[in-house]
């Protein structure tokens, strides 16, 4: 691109659920928001977030609709720029790639989310539990979503071998994790986690708005978070899940599933837990291993 508050892509990240090459040719614009993350790390949580921000409590807006996931591989790239080039109104889209890996702006607002390890495979596991049969017979056909069939493993072992293969069945965490925690004191990235928005929700609805420069009117400031709560998004969850709710046994009600934290304490076994702890300090260090099993909010 050439711009001086452009910095470049480092590399193209080749994995079966992505194409980067999307940000070589996404003409990025002044205020335009990127919303990065893990999968199940919040993302869609947060999307509802910006976007009832954005259109000041709209509840008949379709982020499924407006937002895409800019680098997945569905749609096809022509349909996404298309679809963001048509766009007049402030736009955010939702990116699960490493820093390094996407075209960033100093003009460009950037969201990071962040979530426990843990509780996202868990999350996973579920994800891949609910897809309907439409879904499985559709695997992997010309034009479709890559989706997985249900796991064939038990859910510790589901967990172990994410945890273990770093990511597979899906693809890496730490890289991410790592990429975007470097670039958290950066002026145009704000560093967000799951936790912080379980306990705190108006406040961290306030946080956002006021990093993304929106001023909330007072009248529309309740609307707002109740569209913001999780059991609002999962009553209406169409509007949410990306490529419809065809995809899942239950309707999109399953996308959502129990957005609770912590369910790791319960649901793995002592070794396992510890075994991801171990990880995580490793593959982050103390302060960022920290911050992705807490937030901010929760002591360590």
């Known amino acids: 691109m050439n711009h001086p508050h ?74 996404k720029l298309a679809l963001l ?23 460009v607002k950037y969201l990071y989310i962040g979530r426990d390890g843990r509780d996202i495979a868990l999350s996973l596991y579920d994800h891949q539990c609910a897809l309907s049969q439409d879904a499985q017979i559709g695997l992997d056909a010309p034009g479709k979503l890559r989706v997985l069939p249900p796991p064939r493993l038990t859910r510790d072992a589901y967990v172990a071998q994410w945890l273990e293969q770093d990511g597979v069945p899906f693809w890496p965490l730490w890289e991410g994790v790592r990429s975007w925690w470097e670039r958290r004191a950066d002026a145009n990235v704000l560093q ?14 306030r946080r956002i708005a006021a990093f993304l420069d929106i001023t909330i009117p007072p009248g529309k400031w309740d609307t707002i978070v109740a569209h913001c709560r999780f059991d609002y998004m999962r009553q209406h969850a169409a509007r949410y899940v990306p490529q419809g709710s065809g995809l899942w046994r239950e309707g999109g009600k399953a ?22 702890v171990q990880r995580a300090h490793a593959e982050l260090g103390v302060a960022a291993a920290q911050w992705l099993a807490h937030g901010q909010a929760r002591p360590a």
């Open 6 to 79: 452009v910095r470049e892509k480092i590399r193209e990240y080749p994995n079966r659920f992505f194409d980067s090459s999307v940000w070589n040719d996404l003409a990025l614009r002044e205020g335009d928001i990127v919303i990065a993350s893990y999968a199940k790390a919040g993302t869609t949580w947060l999307q509802q977030i910006v976007a009832q921000l954005i259109f000041r409590g709209d509840a008949e807006i379709d982020v499924s609709a407006i937002s895409p996931w800019v680098d997945g591989v569905y749609p096809d790239k022509a349909t």
């Open 192 to 205: 967000l986690h799951y936790n912080d928005l379980l306990d705190d929700l108006p406040g961290q609805i």
């Open 255 to 276: 996308f959502f599933n129990q957005g609770r934290s912590g369910r790791w304490r319960t649901a793995l076994p002592d070794a396992l837990n510890l075994a991801y």
């Open 85 to 107: 080039d048509a766009q007049s109104h402030r736009r955010f889209m939702k990116t699960h790639l490493p820093a390094d890996a996407l075209v960033t702006s100093a003009l």
